[in-house]
């Protein structure tokens, strides 16, 4: 059961650039859970359209709305998990504000998890009898999500049938539990939620149609594959490996490629030795680098105008150290263990742990 109290259920709805969709939300949140003592709170990144504004017009008018305005930060997971922490609610539900989640079936999954004490969590499920993807993803978004579906139950042993849903509902207590090793960064907070609490829970699934977009655009990007990618390597390695490292590994194995595609075209001009143009490889390789760092591992923080040419000396300076204990902790284990090989990559390593950190402290630091 559900303990009485005010607010009983929270909904927390994460935007960004969501102005139009406002709105109609809260009128259809108001029909859905009429006798429902709820809440709805809107997370909203900083939208650059309005959203924050319309919100605070919105909740001058109605008492159960509340908004929750993030500067500096971009992410589902991150405004998802800052919602959830926030409400007072013994009960839980994330839905998104494109109008794609059918929220008349968030009473069915109150009622679910109400008349079974044991139930920590209840999906909206587009993959079980009575649910259906068809009428909001495309035929590649399908596939993709298909694919995205089968590698998470198979590499993290979820038992759900749809671990990238992002329309759930979840007692706090059972969210506490996992809230402090949860992933911020990305846009799959069910799969993390469901890898953290490693089968302890007992999870119900409601069937719902995903409906089409009604207004804005789709946040879904090459940059959201990455983190899912990322949030699976950070799963599969207990946490040791969190997500922007990961995308900063990624981005750096790109940097190989730069280099050598450089190093080669340079080789190719008459008089120029290989000297001169590993070091072309290597600038082009570092500004590459910065690039797609500034693109992906920190878009939130992503830096323009003037800031972007600083940041890039900056971060020319912080591979310039790495370099530097690249060198040196390889020829310290080579000296130890006459293993070029090992001696190579520990150092390449330790390189690329202190090029992560102090990027994260002085080139992309925290507003």
């Excluded at 130890?336 to 990027?359: C, D, H, K, R, Y």
Aim: aromatic share 8%; net charge positive; with cysteine.
């Amino acid at each position: 059961m559900i303990e009485p109290c005010w607010p009983a259920l929270t909904v927390v709805i994460p935007t960004f650039n969501e102005r139009a969709n406002v709105r109609p939300l809260v009128a259809r949140l108001q029909a859905a859970l009429d006798g429902i003592d709820w809440e709805a709170v809107f997370v909203d990144d900083d939208s650059p359209d309005g959203t924050a504004a319309e919100v605070t017009a919105v909740a001058a008018e109605n008492h159960r709305i509340q908004l929750l305005h993030r500067k500096g930060q971009r992410g589902l997971a991150g405004a998802c998990i800052q919602g959830i922490l926030g409400s007072t609610a013994p009960v839980v539900a994330v839905i998104d504000a494109d109008l794609q989640h059918d929220e008349t079936r968030l009473r069915a999954m109150y009622e679910v998890l109400g008349s079974d004490p044991e139930l920590d969590l209840v999906i909206g499920s587009r993959n079980v009898a009575g649910g259906s993807s068809a009428g909001g993803l495309s035929r590649v978004r399908q596939w993709g999500s298909e694919r995205a579906t089968a590698l998470t139950l198979k590499l993290l042993r979820i038992r759900a049938s749809d671990p990238m849903s992002g329309f759930f509902m979840v007692r706090r207590p059972a969210f506490n539990e996992v809230a402090t090793g949860l992933q911020g960064q990305g846009f799959k907070l069910l799969a993390d939620m469901l890898a953290a609490a490693r089968g302890r829970w007992k999870v119900a699934e409601v069937p719902y149609d995903f409906r089409p977009r009604v207004a804005g655009e789709s946040k879904m990007d090459g940059t959201v594959a990455l983190e899912f990618l990322g949030l699976l390597i950070t799963r599969l390695t207990s946490g040791l490996l969190p997500i922007r490292l990961v995308l900063f590994g990624f981005v750096g194995f790109t940097g190989i490629f730069v280099q050598l595609a450089v190093v080669r075209l340079a080789m190719a001009f008459p008089g120029l030795g290989f000297e001169p143009a590993q070091a072309l490889g290597v600038l082009a390789a570092m500004t590459s680098n910065f690039a797609l760092n500034n693109a992906i591992t920190w878009r939130e923080r992503r830096l323009r105008g003037r800031a972007f040419f600083r940041g890039l000396l900056s971060f020319y300076a912080v591979c310039s150290v790495g370099a530097l204990i690249n060198l040196g902790v390889a020829s310290a284990v080579f000296r130890a263990v006459p293993e070029w090989a090992l001696a190579s990559v520990v150092g390449a390593i330790a390189g690329a742990i202190w090029n992560f950190w102090a990027s994260l402290l002085v080139t992309w630091r925290a507003p």
